[in-house]
């Protein structure tokens, strides 16, 4: 092929490659996941790499790569392109010395760049279409960077970059030749977009005042509501008979007759409102099947014939007679009576038809899968990857097995550790499941033609708070405040929560998976686990609650006899424990600690409880903040900075005398040595004499 061939619409197939032929392979020595067919170098439409495997959560559709866009001498170097990306180690490109990284690029990647290709194609038929890539110089690329930047899309501008540079890397296994030098040179592709780099994650983290209600309201459905709606669904399955086990209906007034007559039947009322039905109307369709046993849907379907008519007049004479009541859903099946927000008692749900059964098997998927998201910080590809019979154990802990696949090639079997609520949501998933995957589809009709249930977890998530929020009031569930919900927020927000505890981090970089080779965690996982202002505050609300909890025992002591205290604090301490007595004694009930402790904690909202001492959290006072900038010690006390025999926040207690009084027997026992250096032994003193001013304090140092 003439290397100064013009970009044309000529007919593909005049393109032949120079390096690659047709019956080629497009993926060699590779692990396949699956048994489906491995395209050829020379289909010159799209190849189907599912063999490859593919993430759930973009798709199957996310393992083609697609060519029919580009025209002429472009398809055939877009295909060149993806089958270097592809094999990276091939001979081919060992051949032309190529040696880059062996690791194959991943088919998202390769259509990132195919995109990004699909640009400059076209800018190039349009600016320069007698020119060859082998004459462009910097200045046209400049232009086409211009001109793409004008979109205002930094990412297609990031895409159109990588692409033009790969025209660079492999243009020694492009036909006809690429790019003889580097497009842009050593500038980042970041930098080039005009995209600004930040070390803030765009994560959002979910608000606490949504976090906590969603997940006990989820919580609610997978441990109660579900029995019912399986119940529900089971009575459903066998009313409505599969078309092979049913009779026809020979004498069907007589049937409707003696239906109408027994005790304890009552008519079916539509609970929702869909398409032509309304909510409160008759359900025709399922009263036929109750009176006929399962064996008709037609009784009283068929309105121009005279005879259905007849028998729905009988049904609506015999409610207004009062010798048939009616019920709203009409299935047997009752709810389990739960404790409402007012107090009182009852079942959760007026009554199940199969139109609320979808709904309600919907939202109990939909529950299980933000309770297992958020508390096993799985990402959404690994969540659609667990697979029916993936629950185990993990160094004698409950886990669940999936597929690792971020950053990943090959089987990634992995295991997560789980709490036991988990399991159960595990379980409940599986036992909604159609199909193999534990979360897809409920609905058979929804089943696509290689057996996956597609399971949209971006529309799904978009109105969940909002169809929890519509439920009766009935079902006792807290209101959820507006937000919008996406699968990547569960797994953050509950790294920022897991973080807080001790050794938070080094748990987090083994149960997130980061990849590192860590005594403690890497970088990735600190970020990835920096609270918000939202979570900062919900963390200093529960440190207050704990706080308070501790001090009802303060009081009840202070109460029963004269309280031990050392420190600079200690007789503030005690001053404001004697004004929450004077205030209880007038306003707190015997036995009610909720309001003691809430009176507490507004007293002492800046208390820090500790393990030497006490903080009363008084800036004004603190030694740790003394000769600090402005703006270091506006951010309050500073725990790591304490000094607790000087500090007018310090308050010690009889729960910190034996540490003290350690402290003084360790430091007498150093001075007994008579070889210490005096600048030592004067040290040394001074320590003693300051823990003496505690330990005197107290009877027993």
Known sequence: ??????????????????????DTAVISDRHLEHDFPIPFFGDEDRWDLSALGWNPAAGRHSAVLLFDSFIGEWNLRARELAMALLNPVHPVLRGQMIYLR????????????????KRFAAWYADNLPDTPLRDLHQSHLDGFLTEVKTMGIPSRTRQAVDAVRELHTYAAVLSGGGIPFRPWGDLHTIALSGQKSSAELSTPVIPPQVWWPLLRACWQYINVFSHDIFAAAAEWSALDRPKAERVKVRHPEDTLARWIVTPGNRVPLHRMTYGRFREGEIHWTLLSLLVSDGHSKQMFSELDRPDVLRRRQDIVDAIGSGTLATARGGLATKATAIERADGSVGPWIDGFDPATIRVQLKLLRNACYVFCAALTMMRDSELLSIKKGALTTSYGAPAVTSQLRKGRRGTQRRNWWIIEPVAQAIAVAERLALGDDVFSSVRREHRAHDGAGRFDRHSELKQFISQLNGQSADAGLEPIPAF??????????????????????IALGIQLKHAARRAVANGTTSGYASETPEWAAEFEHELQEAVASRLV????????????????????????????EAVASNEVKVGDERTLRALLRDRFSTLRWGTVNHCLGIPEQAACLKGLPAEAAAGGVMPNRCQPTACGNSVVTEEHAPIWIAEERDLVAKLRDRKMAPHNREQLETELEDVRRITRKFTDA
Do not use: C, N
């Open 553 to 580: 025992g303060a009081w009840s002591s202070h109460q029963d006899h004269e309280m031990r205290l050392a420190g600079a604090g200690a007789q503030r301490f005690r001053d404001e424990l004697e004004k929450v």
């Open 1 to 22: 092929m003439s290397v100064d061939r013009e970009y044309s619409a000529e007919p593909v197939s005049l393109f032949a490659s120079d390096y690659w032929a047709s």
């Open 484 to 505: 919008q919900l996406a699968p990547h927020m569960f797994r953050r927000t509950m790294a920022v929560i897991t973080a807080q505890q001790p050794d938070g981090e």
């Open 102 to 117: 062996a690791t194959p690029a991943h088919v998202k990647t390769i259509r990132s760049k195919l995109e990004g290709l």
